[in-house]
């Protein structure tokens, strides 16, 4: 009657629209532009950033749900809400055939930051010439986000909170 439930329900359903990124692993935050690879540099996957890695633990970015792990290991599919994220390990890991990767999850897994998702060897990736950055990106975003926002810069911590997604 006096419209009280309706107002606090549409402000239930905003709050669920906000999905908070985390840091991956202790690091530098990188830009996306700023990666070393035009693909992702030019954004043609989607927006997102990078984390030049201080630790080989890596975690998950968000709280949600593994929906692929590539065959090679060098790359996690997580959905959050409607949101669809790639967790990309390296530049041009692919070739390496799953060798420095080490999946500590597996598909269908419920993660939250907190969740290891992966162990990489750098000194293999380092011996193959392969940069390590670790790489995130909202593959769908041009659909679902109305807003991305990173709020760290510089060094930051594994589960740091780091930026937020508002999803439409």
């Known amino acids: 009657m006096f419209g009280f439930f309706k107002k606090k329900d549409k402000k239930e359903d905003v709050m669920s629209k906000e999905i908070t990124l985390h840091a991956v692993c202790d690091g530098e935050i990188v830009r996306i532009e700023d990666v070393e690879d035009q693909v992702f540099a030019q954004k043609m996957m989607g927006d997102g950033f990078a984390i030049k890695p201080s630790q080989s633990e890596i975690f998950s970015p968000v709280n949600g749900t593994i929906h692929n792990i590539f065959p090679t290991k060098h790359a996690f599919g997580i959905t959050a ?6 967790l990309h390990m390296g530049i041009d890991t692919v070739s390496l055939e799953g060798k420095p990767f080490e999946s500590v999850a597996k598909e269908n897994d419920s993660v939250t930051p907190d969740t290891q998702l992966s162990k990489v060897n ?3 990736l380092e011996e193959a010439g392969k940069d390590n950055v670790m790489i995130i990106i909202f593959t769908n975003g ?13 060094q930051v911590s594994q589960g740091q909170e780091i930026g937020r997604v508002v999803l439409r």
């Open 142 to 154: 041009s659909e679902v986000i109305d807003e991305f926002e990173l709020t760290a810069s510089g």
């Open 81 to 86: 809400g409607e949101l669809e994220i790639l």
């Open 122 to 124: 750098f000194e293999a």
